[in-house]
Structure formats: C-alpha cells, structure tokens
C-alpha cells in the first residue's frame, strides 16, 4: 500500500522524538503477586484502568465553554459530549489520558468549511464520570453514542490511538459504513496491555485473571474483538496516519493490516511519536483536507461518499 492518500506536496514531517514509559519497581508487584494474588489485583487494576486527568490550554476552555453539551449513558455512566456548528458532523474519538478537546487544533478550518464538530469525553476521562475504564467499555462508549436517540448525523470520524480502535470494532461490528480517519490507532490492544503488565512485573495469573474478569464483566474477548482482526470487516474508506517511531502503538501493526485490506490507506510520518500527530501542523492540514475531500460540506442529508 502506498504511504501517500493526497497529492506529493502532503509531505511526511521528519523530527526528533521519543516516547517511551518508564518501569518503576516491579519487583514490588511480582513479590506481591506471590504472598496476596487478590490484593494484587486490586492494586493493578487502580494503577492500570485509572487514566489521569489532562489539563486543558485557554483556547480548549474556550471551546468547552461556547459548545452545545449532550450526554449519553454507558454502562451507568455519565457521558459528557460537546458540538459546535452546524452542517455534517464530524466525530472526533480521543485516546487514554486524554480529551475530546484536544482535537481542537483540528476544529477552526472544519467549521469555517461549513462542518458540525461533535466529540465527548470518554468513561472515566474528562468529564465523563467513572475512575476507572478500560477498552471494552470505550467501544461500549462509541456504540451508545450512535444508539443514542438524538445522536448527531454524523458523516466522518477522526480518532487516535484507543480510541481509533474502539471505532474500528464499532464500524466492523455494527457494519457502519462512515469515512475514517484512524491516527496511530491501537490495532491489537490485548498485547499492549499483557505487555505492559509484563514489564510492570505483574504475575501472569494475577493478570490473566483480571483479563478473564473483563471478559466476563462485558461479553467481550480481548482476542476475538481485537481491532487488528475486525478491521477486515470494516466495508468504509479509512485512512490511517502512523508515525515510523511510535513507542506506544507499534507502526508494524499497521503496516501489515494496510497490506491486506484495500480499504485502508497508510500514510506513514517520522519522528512524530504517539501523541505529537495530534499537533502537527501537517497533519491537521492532512486530516482536515481529506474530510473536506470525502465528506463535502453543505447539505445535511448527504450520505458519505
């Protein structure tokens, strides 16, 4: 598959960065693992289905602040969603430790163009409620949102990381067929978390067990649901924006998925990481040229093309 989706002069940006996580003790957790199993548990899954609160800059304040609010529930869950504008809505889909607002860079050009901008918090991020989430309840999180009864017509989905691939199953699962735009999405989400709790020390009963637990809890298999697995049912378009250097979704999952489907194109960036495709100046252009491109402005009833 080609790396390119528009013409040459959407060139990829080549700069310096590096992400990585750090390992902090875990020896505390294996030792803990083998005298108390079940309090281990219980610690991992705080430290682990916690995600932090980010801050949000002046102008995400701004936004938050003239938007029209919407909620929806998830699982008992207060679901706390923005949108601006008017015309075809777009839906932005945010990542772990993250905001629906910190998409806003992508927003200014896409409402000047005559688009509705529609995102929300995710469970347990923002203002959403809940302390704890995990994957599944973030596909759970997608698919109510389309349930939802005033649910906003929507004509395209930008998404990044986690959240890119709770879109994934929700476009393959629900044979939704909505233009895509996936940023560094995270294809096989069950490796990610085994091997952070590898190198975290955690015992692997302790964390087969609260894996099993999840499963159980919402219906779903971390390998069965995978994303890397659903998305050869996906029937829309998606393009999908992953850096070479990214340390947090592997870019050779990607890769080896874009190579197999025609519907998914790759274009690929360099030294951008995880996080920094959201901030780019050449990938907002890139991201908001494709949508005008694909979902065109101007009539609320037009369907994708």
């Not at 998409?103 to 901008?117: A, K, Q, S, T, V």
């Not at 393009?239 to 870019?251: E, K, M, S, V």
């Not at 780019?280 to 252009?285: G, H, K, R, S």
Request: glycine content about 8%; aromatic content about 8%; proline content about 5%.
């Amino acid at each position: 598959m080609t790396s390119r989706v528009l013409p040459a002069h959407y060139k990829s940006t080549n700069v310096r960065n590096k992400e990585h996580g750090t390992c902090r003790c875990p020896q505390f957790f294996t030792q803990m693992g083998r005298v108390a199993p079940g309090l281990t548990g219980r610690l991992v899954q705080k430290a682990f289905f916690a995600p932090t609160k980010p801050r949000v800059d002046a102008r995400g304040r701004q936004y938050l602040a003239n938007g029209r609010p919407f909620q929806f529930q998830v699982h008992g869950k207060t679901i706390h969603g923005w949108q601006w504008g008017r015309g075809p809505g777009i839906l932005f889909v945010h990542g772990w430790n993250s905001r629906g607002i910190h998409f806003g860079h992508f927003f200014r050009n896409l409402l000047d163009n005559g688009y509705r901008i529609v995102t929300y918090d995710a469970p347990a991020h923002g203002k959403s409620q809940g302390r704890q989430t995990n994957f599944f309840e973030i596909v759970d999180a997608v698919k109510a949102f389309f349930n939802q009864a005033a649910a906003p017509d929507i004509n395209g989905i930008v998404a990044h990381s986690l959240g890119a691939g709770a879109v994934i199953n929700h476009l393959a699962e629900c044979e939704t067929d909505i233009e895509a735009v996936l940023l560094a999405p995270a294809m096989q989400p069950g490796k990610l978390l085994r091997e952070a709790f590898g190198r975290h020390g955690i015992p692997r009963p302790v964390s087969e067990k609260l894996i099993a637990d999840l499963e159980r809890q919402y219906g779903y298999s971390l390998q069965r649901q995978s994303p890397h697995l659903l998305v050869r049912r996906v029937t829309s378009r998606v393009l999908i924006i992953h850096d070479r250097d990214d340390r947090t979704t592997p870019y050779a999952d990607v890769r080896h998925v874009s190579e197999q489907s025609n519907q998914m194109v790759l274009h690929s960036t360099s030294g951008l990481g995880h996080k920094r495709l959201l901030y780019n100046p050449e990938i907002v252009e890139l991201v908001q040229a494709y949508i005008m491109e694909r979902c065109l402005a101007g009539d609320d009833s037009r369907q994708v093309v």
